[in-house]
Nanobody, 120 residues
Framework: QVQLVESGGGLVQAGGSLRLSCAAS????????MAWFRQAPGKEREFLAS????????YYADSVKGRFTISTDNANNTVYLQMNNLKPEDTAVYYC?????????????WGQGTQVLVSS
């Protein structure tokens, strides 16, 4: 089992930045690939970015490429999503996931989500 706990969501004005954190624990979590997804009201869950733990291999959805950055802190077992130049359409619940492959990412474990609200 892998446990994932997200934090860092909140309210931000358009053009602002937020950094989301995902604390990972449990059995052999470092063997998994990590990813961030989001789900806006009335929409399907959307893949955003993935990363191979401890390796400099990342993949981004076109919708966030150049604005969002996924990174890992191996010492603190944490995955981050740095979000810059936020837009109202980025409003959603953001989820961290652990799984396999970089692309297409297959999620095996999910966090509980953290809400991001971007005001215009």
């Amino acid at each position: 089992q892998v446990q994932l706990v997200e934090s860092g969501g909140g309210l931000v004005q358009a053009g602002g930045s937020l950094r989301l954190s995902c604390a990972a624990s449990g059995r052999a979590f470092s063997r998994y690939s990590m990813a961030w997804f989001r789900q806006a009201p009335g929409k399907e869950r959307e893949f955003l970015a993935s990363r191979i733990w401890s390796e400099d291999l990342t993949y981004y959805a076109d919708s966030v490429k150049g604005r969002f950055t996924i990174s890992t802190d191996n010492a603190n077992n944490t995955v981050y999503l740095q979000m810059n130049n936020l837009k109202p359409e980025d409003t959603a619940v953001y989820y961290c996931a652990a799984g396999s492959r970089l692309v297409p990412f297959k999620a095996d474990y999910w966090g509980q989500g953290t809400q991001v609200l971007v005001s215009s």
